[in-house]
């Protein structure tokens, strides 16, 4: 994977690019549509594909030779009239991206097209407020259709496809209880701080800004520093320069504006959505979904989706005023339940009082849960000092992993006495099985 895609790759729509260009996407490309991270799952494979195949040669790069198509025609008279608000060059790599969209990847991108429309009012407001393109838009588009839980093998997450550290410097909160990665609204505005930052330190060069987006500041300027120049074009041109990933990235982001600001032009044709409509609350208190979902007369499906940064099941212990979204004109019977309802029977949560000596690895064994776990939901490090007496919150995974041991365990104990005559084999299996435990226990 690191020869393709070191780093953060630009989110599973790249992916899907390459492998057209190979013919490897029939199978791979429906199930990205309703759930990116289907693909991710199996990137493995397909690098695999990819690695006995030689990699197909880059198309021209120089911007100033334009092919005389016929596409180039329609593309030419449709930016006279739209305009864009990023310069977009009709080299035959952006050229070949477009014709890459309108055909073996017509429906992901219509699909993304799609999904994309009901954040698209939000996300220009965002980007005309910051004085940014509103082009910039459509970079969603490629980096994960729009997709508010796409999650890359890289671990970059949300419509952004924010890697963790890039998220906190930009504003965006990450734990055991919600990843703000995944709220579209959140993750924009720290797009745009994100996006205002690249282009200044290129000097508004947004070419040079998209690049870095991709494959990160230090890398682009130090392409610039190897390669004597500052135009991205003439880096692309040379493969050893930058990696194939950003140099591929930038041409799609661009046929992405070209097909997004005109789709019709382009042969794609869906019906708009809008958002869920909601309003917010603020919750003193945590309390588990399914409580909202009951007061509500709606489901917890329906809850998760209006906040899709919420990676639990209950709202974020430890938050005073966390505002939760909820379906129009159900805050005040909320606040009245809250209000109304004992702490204890608002979080089914499950309790460990430590005793003396108790460190968190030992605990997190012993709960068959890892200390990443244990330790981000009760805002602990993993080697933090724990007092006797000291209450700490078990994750949930914990205590339906230690009710399926019982039921095994209890499923072992009875496996001797209905087969006496292989009772060796079934002390070896089951020692066996011991030490899976342990190994995933560890």
């Not at 198309?59 to 449709?78: E, F, H, Y």
Request: no cysteine.
């Amino acid at each position: 994977m690191a020869e393709l895609f070191p780093r953060r790759f630009a989110g599973v729509f790249a992916l899907i690019a390459l492998l057209a260009l190979f013919g490897v996407t029939p199978s791979v490309r429906g199930q990205a549509i309703d759930g990116l991270t289907a693909i991710d799952g199996s990137r493995d494979a397909v690098v695999d594909v990819l690695a006995q195949q030689p990699l197909p040669p880059p198309p021209p790069p120089a911007p100033d030779v334009l092919p005389s198509t016929a596409l180039q025609g329609v593309i030419v008279g449709d930016l006279q009239v739209t305009g864009p608000s990023i310069p977009i060059p009709l080299n035959q790599r952006v050229l070949d991206y477009v014709s890459l969209f309108q055909g073996r990847l017509h429906d992901f991108m219509e699909d993304g097209m799609r999904r994309g429309s009901k954040y698209l009012p939000m996300i220009q407001g965002v980007l005309r407020a910051e004085g940014l393109p509103l082009d910039l838009a459509y970079v969603p588009l490629v980096e994960s259709a729009f997709n508010p839980n796409a999650l890359s093998k890289a671990r970059a997450k949300g419509v952004w496809q924010f890697m963790k550290g890039t998220a906190l410097e930009n504003g965006l909160k990450s734990d055991w209880y919600i990843d703000e990665r995944s709220d579209p609204e959140k993750a924009t505005k720290a797009a745009a701080n994100y996006l205002k930052y690249l282009a200044d330190f290129f000097d508004g060069d947004w070419h040079l800004a998209l690049a870095s987006y991709n494959g990160g500041p230090g890398r682009v300027q130090q392409a610039i520093r190897r390669g004597g120049r500052s135009d991205f074009w003439q880096l692309s041109a040379k493969p050893r320069l930058l990696p194939r990933e950003t140099r591929d990235y930038v041409p799609m982001i661009l046929a992405a504006i070209v097909i997004a600001r005109n789709p019709a032009q382009y042969g794609f044709a869906f019906e708009k959505e809008d958002l869920r409509p909601f309003e917010t609350v603020s919750l003193p208190r945590p309390v588990d979904l399914h409580h909202i979902a009951t007061w509500t007369g709606t489901t917890v499906d329906e809850i998760q989706a209006l906040n899709p940064e919420l990676r639990r099941k209950t709202t974020p212990i430890g938050d005073a005023q966390y505002s939760l979204k909820v379906p129009p004109g159900t805050s005040l019977e909320i606040s009245r339940r809250m209000d109304e309802s004992p702490e204890a029977e608002l979080v089914s949560m499950t309790w460990y009082t430590v005793k003396s000596g108790d460190t968190i690895a030992g605990i997190a064994k012993k709960l068959r849960v890892t200390r990443a776990d244990l330790s981000e939901a009760n805002s602990l490090g993993m080697s933090s000092r724990l007092a006797a007496g000291q209450k700490l919150i078990v994750p949930p995974e914990a205590t339906a992993s230690a009710r399926a041991a019982e039921q095994r365990s209890a499923t072992s104990s009875k496996a001797p006495a209905r087969k006496k005559k292989t009772a060796s084999s079934t002390s070896s299996t089951a020692s066996k099985s011991t030490v899976k435990k342990k190994a995933s226990a560890d």
